[in-house]
């Protein structure tokens, strides 16, 4: 056994389908490299008898973390006790990934601890494995998921997916950049659903027709990615957004963004996950016009930024 292990995992972000993927239309979601989180098991000396945490939220005996990080207590018990592991260890988690924004902050984190745990021990973690263990915290932390924030944050390749059925992987290879920036406020997911339900009680009709239209948007957007074509996936983000906000689901800080982006040369922008807060999402041709939409949402009040290049430009 190593005296030290390390594993990383990436944000995750909504690029379609959004609400709508809660009445069966499809979602797309991809893993979001600008933000990550690491972790790090450490073995304390042995007159250290309790394992010890060190993070931004608390730093102390993991026995005693508050009630928020119940989630990660749950983890590394149910990791230590699965392979035998007596000796008390460290774990220290560092995260670039806001919380609460949409972007699977406690998701990556459990993938990241998983990661870490195995390498620790100088184990090879199959993929299945990873994401049964992720499944225990996600459990704790958000009651039901829906797995996506799980696999989104463990996998190199965006994911097609429909409630219910299994996870569609495709490539993505598109000459393009996708800017996200923070709003500062909490996405207002709970909210939002509540309201688009409601809004399908008074005129399931005309709710029920937009609801299908953002899943026939994000099958174009699909088509879009694999043909590389950023201009079509451009159009089809800012159409979702025009029901996206029909549906109540932005708000005007939102609205100010995303007329901020486009008005610094963005080829599309929409909103992204919950909603009425959290983060928005805009697509640039270039790296360098995406760092001038990213001065300009920083000037119009957005708290963060971050470029992620699609495919072709993904390591720059």
């Known amino acids: 056994m190593a005296n ?63 009630q928020a ?3 990660i207590k749950a983890l590394v018990t149910h990791l230590k006790q699965d392979h035998g592991v007596k000796e008390s260890v460290s774990l220290t988690i560092e995260s670039t990934i806001p919380a609460e924004r949409g972007m699977g902050s406690s998701a990556a984190v459990a993938v990241a601890i998983t990661r870490a745990f195995y390498d620790y021990l100088s184990l090879s973690l199959a993929h299945e494995t990873l994401l049964s263990y992720v499944k225990i915290s996600e459990k704790i932390a958000h009651g039901n998921p829906s797995g996506i924030d799980a696999a989104a944050t463990s996998s190199h390749n965006p994911i ?19 800017i996200v920036a923070d709003t500062g406020i909490k996405g207002q997911t709970r909210e939002a659903v509540k309201d688009v339900a409601h809004l399908f009680e008074k005129d399931s009709h005309k709710t029920g027709q937009k609801i299908q239209q953002l899943g026939q948007l994000t099958q174009k957007a699909k088509q879009a990615i694999i043909q590389n074509n950023p201009e079509n996936l451009a159009q089809v983000m800012n159409q979702a957004q025009v029901t996206l906000r029909e549906l109540t689901i932005s708000n005007h800080f939102l609205d100010l963004l995303i007329e901020t982006a486009l008005d610094a040369g963005a080829l599309g922008a929409k909103l992204t996950g919950g909603g ?10 270039t790296k360098t016009e995406a760092q001038a939409i990213c001065t ?21």
């Not at 495709?170 to 393009?176: E, G, M, R």
């Not at 300009?296 to 720059?316: K, N």
């Open 69 to 71: 990080l119940k989630n």
């Open 160 to 178: 097609y997916f429909i409630k219910g059925q299994p996870f569609e992987y495709f490539t993505i290879n598109l000459d393009a950049f996708l």
């Open 4 to 66: 030290y292990g390390q594993g990383e995992s990436s944000g995750k972000i909504i690029l379609m389908g959004e609400h709508a993927v809660v009445y069966g239309e499809p979602a797309i979601a991809f893993p979001f490299y600008a933000t990550k989180v690491t972790a790090q098991f450490e073995t304390l000396t042995e007159d250290v008898t309790q394992d010890q945490l060190f993070s931004a939220y608390y730093v102390g005996k993991l026995i005693h973390a508050p």
């Open 296 to 316: 300009a949402l920083e000037d119009a009040g957005a708290v963060a930024t971050w470029i992620q290049g699609l495919g072709v430009h993904t390591h720059v």
């Open 276 to 285: 009425r807060g959290g983060c928005m999402l805009a697509l640039a041709k």
